[in-house]
């Protein structure tokens, strides 16, 4: 009897283990985000034992979460969806059904997960591309992209900036009845990491004659050099992405070695070739005071050059758009900038939005204080939150006022 107690005992409590994750108290509807997040904690855990045993790598197990939710590319009354290909880039089209009435808007969406793991075809993104497509009578070209591993930096960049420049040319726009002066670029968090690096690349590509009219960046990923970032000391263990967690991504994202992914967690990669970009990374400088809180910048803690030289992704824009200069930003165009109070990425998309406000580029900067990362993307019930649709409609209200 005494064994079974303990034994009942024992149970209950990793049960209470893995469904209970504190929640902040501001965070509307906490038991779905705490479910949600223990599903995730649940998959990662099973991620780390196959992985150390040798059964499969860690983000094909993690990937397991994310395909499950990936519904088919179905009409309905209001939108067509359907698969194709740009440039040999798997890509999900929404096509509004009612009259044009004139030349549409353009969004090319670019699907979050690390750069390890989502599909354009989860079903959070095909309801937020539908009622984008509906709501603003607009083509939503929502890409996928090579996922690590295998595929590393820039192979991610260049499917998602192959579909885009593809879709810009003249008479693709035109086949899709779209207007070259409405066209934008949009991602959330890895997502959001690509759209930005998409929009600054545009700029230098000779061959590209029609640009972007706006980018929407939804709790964007842009640096890889300083993981000690206030956001990431408060908020390394909220739901949904952990500081450990981004780490990985970070690592998987930019190569296979171990030894980045250690030097990452205890934010001592940072190159010496670094140094002079390191003042676009000044959280001193450009976060609002209210995020800086009661924390003090420390001084990098340089790791050997030899780092930067095999893993060269670490200083290119491509990979940390934050990395770029004036020069550059200043041709960008206006921005919609989502970020989320308890989300590690909170002060990268914070301070992409004072760099680009001190280029002299339009932007909006919409902070969610009850929001957490991932918050964009739970639209589909029986896990729908209300924080979701708010986020959704402030994003449309923007792209009706601005594309």
């Not at 002299?360 to 924080?387: I, M, Q, S």
Request: glycine content about 8%; proline content about 7%.
């Amino acid at each position: 009897m005494g064994a079974r107690l303990l034994c009942l005992c024992l149970l209950t409590a990793l049960l209470g283990y893995f469904i209970y994750s504190p929640v902040p108290e501001d965070i509307a509807q906490p038991w779905v985000v705490m479910l949600t997040s223990s599903a995730f904690r649940i998959v990662g855990h099973l991620s780390e034992a196959a992985d150390a045993l040798g059964i499969k790598h860690y983000m094909e197990v993690m990937r397991l979460f994310t395909d499950i939710q990936v519904v088919p590319p179905t009409s309905d009354e209001n939108v067509t969806v359907t698969e194709t290909e740009f440039n040999s880039v798997p890509v999900r089209l929404y096509l509004p059904r009612r009259a044009p009435g004139g030349l549409r808007r353009a969004m090319v969406y670019i699907h979050g997960g690390g750069w390890c793991m989502g599909d354009a075809g989860m079903q959070g993104y095909d309801i937020m591309a539908r009622h984008i497509s509906n709501e603003l009578n607009t083509v939503v070209v929502s890409t996928n992209y090579r996922l690590a591993p295998p595929h590393r930096f820039p192979a991610q960049f260049e499917d998602v900036y192959s579909v885009t420049k593809f879709f810009l040319q003249s008479e693709v726009l035109a086949q899709y009845g779209v207007d070259p002066a409405r066209v934008c670029v949009a991602g959330d968090s890895a997502g959001g990491n690509l759209a930005a690096a998409v929009a600054q690349e545009l700029l230098e590509d000779p061959e590209v004659q029609t640009q972007l009219k706006a980018q929407v960046l939804i709790y964007p990923a842009l640096q890889a050099l300083d993981l000690d970032l206030p956001s990431y000391r408060d908020d390394a263990r909220k739901p949904i992405l952990s500081r450990s967690l981004m780490v990985r991504f970070w690592s998987e994202y930019l190569s296979p070695e171990p030894a980045l992914r250690e030097a990452m967690a205890s934010n001592s990669h940072v190159p010496p070739e670094a140094g002079e970009l390191w003042r676009f990374l000044n959280w001193s400088v450009w976060l609002p005071q209210a995020m800086r809180g009661a924390h003090r910048p420390g001084s990098p803690a340089w790791g050997g050059a030899e780092l930067a030289r095999r893993h060269p992704g670490l200083l290119d824009p491509r990979a940390s758009p934050l990395l770029a200069g004036e020069a550059r930003l200043r041709r960008l165009p206006a921005a919609f900038v989502l970020t989320c109070e308890h989300d590690v990425l909170r002060d990268d998309g914070a301070m992409y939005v004072g760099r680009l406000r001190a280029a002299g580029v339009p932007v909006t900067h919409h902070h969610a204080r009850d929001g957490f990362h991932g918050a964009f993307n739970f639209l589909a019930w029986p896990l729908e939150l209300a924080l979701s649709r708010r986020l959704l409609s402030a994003c449309v209200g923007w792209l009706r006022e601005n594309l």
